[in-house]
């Protein structure tokens, strides 16, 4: 028999069959990461050999072959035959060896922590647990601060037994492993003190989209447990990787607040459990529990990790709240969006729906339609329907047999790296977790439809909704001289479009992140007396609660929101426009109407450019140039250039060059470009002056076919007349290319014509367009339609 007890720093990750995947990980890292970083607690593992020793000592081996048998024959069901066997293995003895080994162990390990008796943390590690292609994750237990000698012994016992709880042993049979191959080790580490301050799980990439220049944390107070069970809805953050070694940059481009109802903690000695739950307190529920400079610590380690193993890894971390210390307490291969086709997008789209019954995180991008099962235990899965809509409140290991026969799975509790986001993530069934109320608002047979093809924001319709799929093939893409671009406009979506080999985003709506991110009117939080709304006001204060300046809120909000787009395709330039609602869409949001007069046409009235300079809305406007400038500069991205909308003259351009320049936004500085759009007529006309203030053009079909002819591009009684193939329209897109080349100014298009009429793309690269800008839906097909055009 091999050595009974190994210590960390004496294992590899070659040591999988010694003592299993999760302890050989950590022995890896102690070795060979410590020097870059990389913080894991102390301790030592028993070996695969101890087990089968154990098994051999108590006459275990033919009960479990004979169990096993019974089972498979449909003799015997699965709860009573995994029942039979955990007893059978809890029930029995130590052979001394073995005992003795793992009592010097401990120890030594509480000689080496300065304690009498040190709390650990006792954790199974599968011999084919944490393999690249399969996670076996959290099929086995753990058990957390463990006292003493006898304590440790009995929890190394159940550990051993929980090889064959009933989510083990349909997961082995799952995956095609027989139950007597796989042995167990059991990991012993010393406690990190979370329990007074926080853990979680990290991954590094977007487990969402598979985008691989992020890290995502998620953090929840107390013991890691709940987090990793979905008891709570953590904090989640996510870190721009290729930013964290640049000094001075603050590279976190999402923080959003959990609501962390329960936190685990020591219970008191003498306790018949050695943790428990407790109830947060507001404050608790209320704060991040991470600081910025302890999310971008932790992202650090991620990096080195993942850059070690040479894969993406999903890792489990705890902060210590007596050292403040941070450690990685776990680490295996990411199973899931690492084995994803890379060659094929599968797009989702939502065409008619009924009303919103439950909304939570989305997991995966998929729809699927179903009536409801709500099971509140895993007792009663006999009575689920195959093809159902699962609804609960939680998920653990135990609940995997009703999970894949499941169409969808919707629960109350849990975040993005909860067991239900995880197991569904690797079974391919969409996912809403952390509804909050799923279970009091759905019922028993009633026919939903589940949207997880919305962004973060998961949706539970109530009947039928009406969707379409669309498989994009992106293995063989044409190479094109024009540049073929995304309109990008929402932070939540944006990450899924990271494959397509775009050339930038020639299109980024700031409207459309105030407006579903920020959500208030920013003269609302520079001004709030002037809101008389109390409804607003009330909903203002809760959105801007934490923040000591409201307008910090504003720019925060905006900058991370449009970070999540600058991301996609950095190092590509995005073209991000500046806000360009009308008055009657200022006006809807949170204190608008405070700010915003009633127009008889709003289309043709204070928008745009006019606004940026004037009294009414500059300190609006200096507020969306900080947004721009934290996203540059302190968030690093540096290929954002920005555009003014419907800038009526060249002396109008200069009023509002001179307003940014004044909020810190100089043309030419630190490499910003402006831009500016072609949507007038004025523009074109006066095209080189304009070209004498700008370093570029981006042509907006819809507002120059509408100011060309003279058609309400919104009046159904003249659709018949807005027409973008108009020789007019076509004489002033031909015209403004050729005259900003002239001028040594680039030119693109960013209207919707291209997806539509492949002839047109054909005009455009014909007139020496140099860039098109399209959705992420239409992108292939307007590649397509381009390179077919450059080969006349």
Not at 389 to 415: C, E, S
Not at 756 to 766: E, S
Request: hydrophobic residues 40%; negative net charge; glycine residues 8%.
């Amino acid at each position: 028999m091999d050595v009974p007890v190994v210590w960390f720093e004496d294992l590899t990750r070659e040591d999988v069959p010694r003592v299993g995947g999760k302890n050989a990980s950590l022995g890896e890292m102690v070795r060979n990461l410590a020097p870059k970083g990389v913080s894991v607690p102390d301790g030592f593992a028993t070996t695969a050999d101890a087990y089968r020793a154990y098994l051999e000592a108590n006459g275990l081996n033919p009960l479990i072959d004979e169990t096993m048998e019974a089972l498979e024959e449909g003799r015997m069901p699965l709860q009573q035959a995994g029942r039979r066997i955990r007893e059978a293995i809890r029930a029995g003895h130590w052979p001394e060896e073995i005992r003795a080994a793992i009592v010097e162990a401990y120890r030594e390990l509480s000689r080496r922590a300065g304690k009498e008796e040190a709390s650990v943390a006792v954790r199974s590690s599968a011999t084919a647990e944490d393999l690249p292609d399969a996670s076996f994750a959290g099929q086995q237990e753990t058990f957390l601060n463990i006292v003493g000698e006898r304590a440790l012994l009995d929890g190394c016992r159940r550990c051993y037994a929980s090889l064959f709880t009933d989510r083990a042993i349909t997961y082995r049979k799952l995956k095609g492993f027989d139950h007597r191959a796989v042995a167990l080790s059991v990991g012993v580490q010393q406690m990190v003190r979370s329990d007074l301050a926080g853990s979680g799980v990290m991954f590094s990439l977007d487990t969402e989209s598979g985008f691989d220049k992020v890290v995502l944390i998620t953090a929840a107070w107390g013991l890691g447990e709940n987090v990793v069970q979905g008891a709570v809805t953590p904090d989640e953050y996510q870190v721009f990787k290729p930013f964290l070694g640049r000094p001075g940059l603050v590279p976190i481009i999402e923080k959003a607040l959990g609501t962390k109802e329960i936190k685990m903690i020591y219970a008191e000695p003498g306790a018949e459990r050695p943790t428990r739950n407790v109830p947060t307190s507001k404050a608790e529920r209320e704060a991040f529990v991470l600081s910025d400079a302890e999310i971008l610590e932790l992202a650090r380690q991620a990096v080195v990790i993942e850059e070690h193993y040479g894969m993406p890894m999903d890792m489990e971390w705890a902060k210590d709240g007596e050292t403040g210390r941070i450690y990685i307490v776990q680490a295996r291969p990411e199973t899931v969006q690492s084995h994803a086709d890379k060659g094929a997008i599968r797009q989702y789209t939502v065409h008619s729906r009924g009303k919103v019954l439950a909304q939570g995180l989305a997991v995966g991008s998929g729809v699927a339609v179903g009536p409801v099962c709500l099971i509140e235990s895993p007792a009663e899965m006999d009575r689920f329907v195959d093809g159902a809509i699962l609804v609960t409140r939680i998920t653990d290991p135990d609940w995997v047999p009703i999970m894949k026969r499941a169409a969808a799975i919707v629960t109350d509790q849990g975040g993005r790296t909860s067991h239900a986001a995880i197991v569904s993530r690797e079974l391919g069934v969409p996912a809403i977790v952390g509804t909050g109320n799923a279970t009091h608002v759905l019922h028993d047979e009633q026919i939903v439809t589940v949207s997880c093809a919305e962004g973060d924001t998961g949706f539970v319709y109530e009947g039928r909704a009406e969707f379409s799929v669309e498989e994009l093939d992106i293995s063989d893409i044409p190479q094109t001289r024009t540049k073929v671009m995304l309109n990008l406009a929402n932070p939540a979506t944006a990450a899924r479009s990271w494959r397509l080999p775009a050339d930038g985003v020639g299109l980024a709506r700031m409207e459309f992140v105030i407006s579903n991110w920020v959500k208030v009117h920013p003269m609302a939080l520079i001004h709030p007396e002037k809101v008389t709304d109390a409804a607003a006001r009330e909903e203002i204060a809760r959105l801007t609660k934490g923040y000591d300046d409201p307008t910090d809120y504003f720019v925060e909000t905006l900058a991370r929101g449009l970070s999540r787009i600058a991301a996609v395709v950095w190092p590509e330039p995005v073209i991000l426009r500046m806000s360009d609602f009308k008055t009657n869409e200022y006006a809807e949001l949170l204190g608008g109407r405070a700010f915003e007069p009633e127009e008889e046409n709003p289309m043709l009235g204070f928008r745009g450019a006019s606004r940026y300079y004037s009294e009414a809305y500059a300190p609006g406007f200096a507020l969306e140039c900080r947004a721009v400038k934290k996203l540059r500069e302190e968030i690093g991205f540096d290929n954002v250039r920005v555009m003014i909308p419907f800038c009526r003259t060249p002396e109008e351009a200069d009023r509002v060059l001179a307003v940014m320049a004044d909020a810190g936004l100089k043309r030419g500085e630190n490499g910003l470009e402006a831009y500016v759009m072609c949507e007038i007529p004025s523009n074109v006309i006066r095209a080189e002056d304009f070209a004498e203030r700008f370093d570029g053009f981006s042509i907006g079909s819809n507002d120059l076919t509408q100011l060309t002819l003279g058609v309400d591009r919104d009046s159904g009684a003249l659709a018949a007349l807005f027409d973008e193939r108009d020789p007019a329209v076509q004489w002033m897109i031909a015209t403004v290319i050729e005259k900003a080349h002239a001028a040594g100014r680039k030119v693109g298009f960013c209207g919707q014509a291209p997806s539509n009429d492949p002839d047109y793309a054909r005009l455009l690269v014909g007139y020496g367009i140099d860039s098109i800008s399209v959705t992420p839906d239409a992108f292939l097909k307007v590649k397509v339609n381009v390179a077919e055009a450059e080969k006349g």
